[in-house]
């Protein structure tokens, strides 16, 4: 019993000590949506996208515009057509189809990579700042409120502001 009562309390001992050795651990949280509406070259980045988004968009209608044409000629007069040209122009409008497809597909992955690629230079700006901060206030943990992982925060700072400040906004 004497023995484990001394095993238990030197366990203690060695765990508050290291407690007490660590130093304090400060948190703070940030929006990071809010601190993206407000970076310079945002509102850029964005119009240059939707110029993409609208050219590829038009292509896209022209296309269905054009099947759509094709599949009407071939409806008129479809009654006068062999079997092998009625089955020739019923694959030409699967493979236009099937075109249309591929087109939309490429075109959304192509946007989301250049989505990336237009906004990387300024999130990493954004990034760079609130890491920055951190380390000039001696914050351990910064927490970002705009992804709702936060379920719960106490004497928690919002270090906004002082992002703000650091760019210069």
Do not use: W
Request: charged share 30%.
């Amino acid at each position: 019993m004497k023995k484990t009562l001394i095993a238990l309390l030197v366990i203690m001992a060695s765990v508050c000590g290291t407690a007490m050795g660590q130093k304090p651990v400060k948190l703070g949280h940030i929006n990071s949506s809010d601190l993206m509406q407000i970076m310079p070259g945002r509102e850029e980045a964005q119009n240059t996208l939707q110029k993409e988004v609208d050219e590829l968009q038009t292509t896209l209608k022209n296309m269905q515009n054009e099947l759509e044409q094709r599949y009407n000629d071939y409806m008129g007069k479809k009654d006068q057509m062999s079997d092998l040209i009625r089955q020739t122009k019923e694959r030409e409008l699967q493979d236009m189809g099937t075109r249309i497809q591929e087109f939309q597909e490429n075109a959304q992955k192509k946007l989301q990579d250049r989505e990336q690629e237009v906004l990387k230079p300024i999130i990493d700006r954004a990034r760079k700042a609130i890491e920055d901060v951190a380390k000039e206030n001696g914050y351990t943990y910064i927490f970002d409120t705009s992804v709702g992982a936060l379920l719960y925060q106490q004497d928690s700072e919002d270090i906004l502001p002082l992002v703000k400040k650091k760019l210069g906004l």
